[in-house]
């Protein structure tokens, strides 16, 4: 158990709809990821969240948005969904300083677009 | 061309072979190097960390980074069917920032 929790596990949702992936981080982590993994994509960074502030953007859709609360955890929202959205989103923390490099990931929530 | 490239296998062996897993990268201002483990349905978990190049081992696994040919490599002696997953490379400029992900490699390792 990595101490990263995730909300839901699984979500099966139409095309067009909005839905909302809940995370949050190890105890004392300020630092939050998002990740989306499919078989032909493999793992893609997201965005990252520092101490509620946006820090670094991956290939994030616009259609996509992210915050981190001031209890530090952190909320992916995915809206206007298609087909190819379906995929694992997988959130991770880390600390600051010097072990950053060592993100712990959470169990990921899978969705499905139907 | 990809940041970082890494065969997707799969890659199958018997047990107590030496395995070897590969990856190459394009930016060389990549400082972190780690590889990652993860079981099917589970999320990532990290095996090993290297900055900047050198060799690194921790009991059956040794992580091996060479900056000059934009190579890194995770060889696990001894493998046992308990390794049977997926093994992804990742690498960041800065600790933590940007973490770029190889594709990973599926293992499976024969009783």
């Known amino acids: 158990d990595s101490g990263v929790t995730q909300t839901p596990k699984h979500l099966i949702t139409a095309t067009g709809q909005r839905v909302t992936l809940r995370c949050s981080p190890r105890?004392?982590?300020?630092?939050v990821y998002w990740y989306q993994q499919s078989l032909d994509q493999g793992l893609q960074f997201l965005i990252q969240y520092y101490n509620g502030e946006e820090r670094a953007k991956g290939n994030i859709l616009e259609r996509f948005s992210a915050q981190q609360f001031p209890d530090l955890h952190s909320e992916l929202n995915l809206s206007s969904l298609e087909l190819g959205d379906s995929a694992l989103y997988f959130c991770?923390?880390?600390?600051?300083?010097?072990?950053?490099?060592?993100?712990?990931f959470g169990p990921g929530t899978r969705l499905t677009v139907t | 061309q990809k940041e970082v490239e890494q065969d997707p296998g799969p890659l199958s062996v018997p047990e107590g072979a030496i395995v070897s897993l590969n990856c190459t990268y394009s930016n060389s201002a990549f400082q972190y190097f780690m590889w990652y483990r993860q079981y099917s349905r589970k999320g990532p978990e990290l095996l090993m960390y290297t900055y900047s190049s050198g060799n690194k081992e921790d009991g059956r696994f040794t992580a091996q980074v060479d900056k000059s040919s934009k190579y890194i490599s995770l060889f696990i002696r001894d493998s046992q069917p308990s390794d049977s997953a997926t093994y992804l490379c990742a690498m960041s400029v800065t600790g933590g920032f940007k973490t770029i992900f190889g594709a990973g490699t599926r293992l499976f390792v024969k009783a």
């Open positions: 105890s004392g982590d300020l630092s």
């Open positions: 991770a923390s880390s600390v600051v300083g010097d072990r950053a490099y060592e993100q712990y």
